[in-house]
């Protein structure tokens, strides 16, 4: 289930329109979740990964970056991401082109609340169990969602650290490790090298013994 989708500005968090469920199950208190999507929003930068996956807890944050504008939901854990991200691209065609024009001069919070009539209408397409099944053949440019960056909302929340920065550690990791598997296919192919080279002096030095001996 989507239970809050929230369009923001990234150049300064500036929070466009908005969409919340109407809970009707007892226990569950979306206001920290709206709190905690006010605050990635303004931690997001131009520098930020593109897609992003934030787990909190049983629910999750997925967001994408287009066109200066970030697109985030809210959804339960078990909500498929790859059918997350679909629905946030659905959103990006739509939004900007209605308002991609407008969303540099606006200064009042939520000046297009009115997307809220169409986020509603896309949201229960991608929620609808049978309309999902539907979706297999959607043209997502998200071919392989595994590679999309994962971090944890209240490590960056409260660490203060930046999206951009957990991308960077991200890169750099894979670069090591890739220098790593290079680093180790090498000693492997001089490992092979020197056995090779020791055989080869081994049966030269056992030719040479026995020339010497017959003769």
Known sequence: MILLTVIARVADGLPLSASVQEEDQP????????????????????Q???HCTLEAGVMNFHYLIEEGICYLCLCEASFPKKIAFAYLK???????????GKVSRVTRPYSFIEFDT????????YVDSRARRNLGSINT?????????VANIEEV????ESLSALDTKANNLSSLSKKYRSDAKYLNTRSTYAKVA????????????VRFWWL
């Open 27 to 46: 226990g569950r208190d979306l206001q920290q979740y709206q709190s905690q999507a006010k605050q990635l929003c303004r931690k997001l930068s131009p």
């Open 48 to 50: 930020s990964p593109d």
């Open 90 to 100: 659905h959103l990006h065609n739509e939004f900007y082109d209605q308002y991609g």
């Open 118 to 125: 169409y986020i509603q209408k896309t949201k229960k397409t």
């Open 141 to 149: 440019e998200l071919q392989d969602v595994q590679r999309i960056m």
């Open 157 to 160: 929340l409260q660490r203060g």
């Open 198 to 209: 020791a055989v080869a002096v081994f049966f030269i030095t056992l030719i040479v013994y």
